[in-house]
């Protein structure tokens, strides 16, 4: 018989310490940060050139306002001091003598901080009670076609009247004080902010009201969590105009009647034909609405967080 032949056990190849290779630490480490790509180089640089291009984009429009702004104050004095009469129509330079006067040395109705707390403070009140006003009473008759034919002629008949004409019966009312004012910024920010209100509560989706109701939400709840959010873009939209519209009233209440307010301040302008007082009062109230519209477009950014991103190539005003 054949002599039977085992087969040889592998053995274990050896290692030489030529042939080893020396791995380096990040390998083994897992939470080591991996070496960037061409890939990701590519997208670092496309990154860099959009920032780059935004801030030249954003330089050149500050260029061209800063410019359009000097171009017309520029020719706004070379007119005045040329050709046409600075007692009617001043000039720059006299409405900036005017406006260091009144912030150096005060106005003939006292200090200029004054006047702003006043008409800021009636113009604050005014556009937070119409606010409130407009957005409960255009969410309630926007959800409810019963309230809304029955209020709809008496609202609109309301929103007819001239508010210069409610302006004197509020002076006569509640007198020269705050409260005269508050009223006046009260009606024209309530009708403002209602109608928009009252729209964004009609264009809620009916078939995600009808959804949450089959889920068992109640009325409540479908009020809270649905036509309210879904009406904030139409009420913030809103506010951004209506804040204007409060300082309006102030300023209108101010002229008819008051003891104090920016308003009373271009009212003596107008009746001593100070021209450039009259402009350096719009200059004030300009920056006060710039000041507000600012306040309120940080407001709606983190009231809107959940929305998608618009496209930037939009332009909001």
Not at 92 to 98: A, Q
């Amino acid at each position: 018989m054949p002599r039977e032949t085992k087969a040889p056990e592998a053995e274990a190849p050896e290692i030489k310490a030529s042939e080893t290779q020396t791995v380096p630490p990040a390998a083994l480490d897992r939470t080591a940060p991996a070496a960037s790509g061409p890939g990701d180089r590519g997208d670092q640089a496309a990154i860099a050139r959009l920032r780059t291009a935004g801030l030249r984009r954003t330089l050149g429009v500050t260029a061209v306002r800063v410019a359009l702004v000097a171009a017309w104050l520029g020719s706004w004095e070379l007119a005045a001091r040329s050709w046409i009469d600075p007692f009617y129509y001043s000039m720059p330079s006299k409405i900036w003598e005017r406006l260091v006067q009144w912030f150096t040395e005060g106005t003939s109705q006292g200090s200029i901080w004054e006047q702003i707390s006043v008409t800021l403070q009636e113009a604050v009140a005014g556009f937070a009670l119409g606010a409130a006003g407009g957005v409960v009473l255009g969410i309630v008759l926007g959800r409810s076609r019963f309230l809304a034919e029955v209020c709809a002629p008496f609202i609109k008949a309301v929103n007819a009247i001239p508010r210069i004409i409610l302006a004197s019966l509020f002076i006569i009312w509640f007198g020269l004080g705050m409260q005269s004012k508050i009223a006046t910024a009260f009606v024209l920010v309530f009708f403002a902010v209602f109608f928009n209100a009252f729209q964004g509560a009609r264009e809620v989706d009916r078939n995600l009201v009808n959804n949450a109701r089959i889920l068992g939400a109640g009325r409540f709840q479908v009020l809270w969590t649905i036509v309210v959010p879904s009406a904030t873009s139409w009420i913030l939209a809103s506010l951004h105009s209506a804040f204007g519209f409060a300082i309006i009233g102030a300023v209108v209440g101010e002229y008819t009647g008051a003891d104090r307010g920016l308003g009373l301040l271009i009212n003596h302008s107008q009746g001593t034909f100070d021209a450039a007082g009259i402009y350096a009062g719009m200059i004030i109230i300009t920056m006060l609405a710039l000041l507000a519209e600012y306040l309120l477009t940080l407001l709606e950014g983190r009231l809107l967080r959940w929305r998608p991103a618009a496209s930037g190539h939009d332009v909001q005003i």
